[in-house]
């Protein structure tokens, strides 16, 4: 695979504070680098994983973000909107109701969801963007 599009701290950083004001939430990071460790974390999988797919690289997104609480809320917001915006950026999109996607960002929040069970979930719900 190609190298990806990776998600920018700035425009990750735009998304939540948009996400907080819709929905409500505390601002401001609680860990600066646990949303560093968090952003790099798919580059590192990249990096010492040839054949990682857009799948695994968006579950290391997701993953890292909703487990390692980088924010001070609104992490499993974060973690979603990071995944999508990943996906989105290389060409790609999740196609899945609303209902599920919150169970599953919930399990994985819970501990109750391996990153290979998020990057399975994702596979199974990727569609390149545009196609039915």
Known sequence: MKCPRWINSRALLLLHAESLAEHGGLTGLRDESALHAAL??????????PDSDLSRLAAAYGFGLIRDHPFNDGNK?????????????NGFELRVEQVEAIQVILKVAAGKMRESELRDWIRTHLRR????
Do not use: T
């Open 40 to 49: 790099a974390r798919p580059q590192h999988v990249f990096n010492y994983e």
């Open 77 to 89: 917001r974060a973690g979603f909107l990071a995944i999508l915006l990943f996906l989105d950026l």
């Open 129 to 132: 963007a545009g196609k039915s």
